[in-house]
């Protein structure tokens, strides 16, 4: 099956499923659709092939290897789901592989919690299939180095809208034409009401000619329970280097 077009959407959204910060402003996405009645493609961008030529013990804290090889597991999965089902199958498998993700308290001696090694494992991504209703057999895409040219591909449009010096998510406006940034990186969901306001503001930005970038690297810690931050609680301020929690 084939994927559709970006201009039969109002929106796409570049998705790695063990980004936060995309995770959350996914979830504010999902609110201005509900209200703006928008279309949303949901695509790949691989955290993993952005930063495939980057040393990972010298760059980053010890378990970000971990996690960006297994959101390319979950991808590839992704892929071979949307090549059978096409992309409006996106949006659910991206909501239900997110959840197992960051909507657990994955803190040290929740024992009732499976650890952060399983996320990506054969075992992990069965078990979503088949929650969702699909053949648990489609795991095995995880293994399938086929499979990683469908999401670097994704990756590689991404960049081409965006630019190369970019992280998670990337969101294109009226495509194929529109522009494209990475972000916004916010900590908490807003507000439904919040959520239009921001997305206006966001849009009239992105909109206007010539502009570029906003950005600090002050960052609340993402309002998550996989982070130990309960919805409605204020995130500690941290000071984010290269898009991670190391600062040395």
């Known amino acids: 099956m084939t994927t559709a077009s970006p201009s039969e959407y109002d929106i796409e959204f570049f998705w790695d499923p063990v980004c936060p910060f995309a995770w959350i402003t996914s979830r504010w996405i999902h609110k201005v659709q509900a209200q703006r009645d928008y279309s949303v493609n949901w695509r790949f961008i691989s955290l993993r092939l952005l930063n495939a030529q980057i040393d ?120 194929p034409t529109g522009p494209a940034f990475f972000g916004p990186v916010i900590s908490r969901v807003p507000s439904d009401d919040d959520a239009l306001e921001l997305w206006d503001a966001v849009v009239t930005l992105a909109g206007f000619p010539g502009f570029a970038e906003i950005k600090r690297s002050l960052r609340e810690r993402p309002q998550l329970r996989s982070f130990g931050v309960e919805p409605g609680e204020a995130g500690v301020l941290e000071d984010w280097k290269a898009g991670s929690r190391r600062w040395d």
């Open 56 to 175: 990972y013990d010298a760059h980053f804290p010890a378990e970000y290897e971990h996690g960006h090889t297994a959101g390319l597991r979950m991808l590839k999965v992704a892929a071979a789901i949307r090549d059978d089902f096409g992309t409006d199958a996106m949006g659910p498998l991206y909501d239900a592989l997110g959840n197992t993700v960051f909507e657990v308290d994955r803190r040290p001696g929740q024992a009732d919690v499976e650890p952060r090694d399983w996320l990506g494992t054969s075992e992990h991504l069965s078990t979503v299939l088949t929650d969702l209703g699909y053949d648990p057999g489609y795991a095995a895409a995880a293994d399938d180095d086929g499979a990683t040219a469908i999401v670097q591909a994704d990756t590689d449009a991404a960049l081409s809208l965006s630019g190369h010096d970019v992280g998670t998510p990337i969101i294109a406006f009226d495509p």
